[in-house]
Structures are given as structure tokens and as C-alpha cells.
């Protein structure tokens, strides 16, 4: 997937876009994050409430501000890992996304159709975020 372009530097689309507090601004799936534990940093954990009301249990699991964060949530049968990378482009910066759906037992196909749609739906929430970041910078 091609990367999404922020209008703002790297360190500050990393700190939006990395903080679990941020997340029901830009992120569709979610209502609310709930039981944050830790600073923004390595380890830290919440859980996303989602509007379909399943509760994945999220950690940040690498943080090299402002170049690299991945996460990883677990719910049930599956797993999940997202690595966003932010590279310099002018006065703003690009925003990569690697992602990695798993599922155990029959959950496994699920998991792999899920690994198809979730980028598509990870690429609309970063373009919100990147409106909304962009519409506070002005």
C-alpha cells in the first residue's frame, strides 16, 4: 500500500497518530479506548472498544519516535500487528502502513480475508487523520 501524505512534520503526525487517546478521532472502527496502562511508549497497553463492541487487547510493541510504531492487538482467535513509518516529504511527511492478520483454528480463514480488507480501512483512517491534522495546522 502506498503511503498517506500528512501536511505536518513527522513528529507530530507521529504523536497524534501513536497515542491510544487520539484513536476515536481518526480511527472508524472505534467508540471509545478504555483500561489505558503506561505512557505513550514501549509497553504500553489499552483496549479498543470497537462499535461492534469486540474489545481487542492492544500493546505498543516498537516505538522509535518519529520513524517507526508498531502495535499489536489480540481478541479471541486472532492477532494482529500494524507498523506505521514516517519518512520526511517537504514540509510534511509520509505515513507507511505494514499490516498482519492471523487467525488459530477456524478463525484462520477469517483472518486471512480480514488481512485483505483491513489496509483499505487503515489507508481511509490515516487520510482522516491526516485531514484532521492538517485542518488544525492552519
Same mark, same amino acid.
Given at each position: 500500500m502506498r503511503p498517506v501524505r500528512f501536511a505536518v512534520p513527522a513528529e507530530v503526525a507521529f504523536d497524534f497518530l501513536?497515542?491510544?487517546?487520539?484513536?476515536? !478521532?481518526?480511527?472508524s472502527s472505534l467508540s471509545r479506548v478504555e483500561r489505558v496502562r503506561g505512557e505513550v511508549g514501549l509497553g504500553q497497553t489499552w483496549v479498543d472498544v470497537t462499535l461492534? !463492541?469486540?474489545?481487542?487487547? =492492544? @500493546?505498543?510493541t516498537e516505538l522509535d519516535r518519529p520513524r517507526r510504531w508498531t502495535e499489536r492487538g489480540t481478541w479471541r482467535s486472532f492477532a494482529a500487528t500494524l507498523t506505521l513509518?514516517? @519518512?520526511?516529504?517537504?514540509?510534511?511527511?509520509?505515513?507507511? *502502513? &505494514? =499490516? @498482519?492478520?492471523?487467525?488459530?483454528?477456524?478463525?484462520r480463514p477469517l483472518a486471512l480475508l480480514l488481512? *485483505? &480488507? &483491513?489496509?483499505?480501512? *487503515?489507508? !481511509?483512517?490515516? @487520510?482522516?487523520?491526516?485531514?484532521l491534522l492538517g485542518d488544525s495546522s492552519n
Open positions: 501513536v497515542d491510544p487517546a487520539n484513536r476515536p !478521532r481518526w480511527q461492534l !463492541r469486540l474489545r481487542p487487547r =492492544m @500493546e505498543t513509518t514516517f @519518512e520526511p516529504a517537504g514540509a510534511g511527511c509520509d505515513v507507511g *502502513v &505494514a =499490516m @498482519e492478520v492471523r487467525g488459530r483454528g477456524l478463525a488481512g *485483505v &480488507a &483491513a489496509p483499505i480501512a *487503515v489507508r !481511509r483512517d490515516l @487520510e482522516r487523520a491526516a485531514r
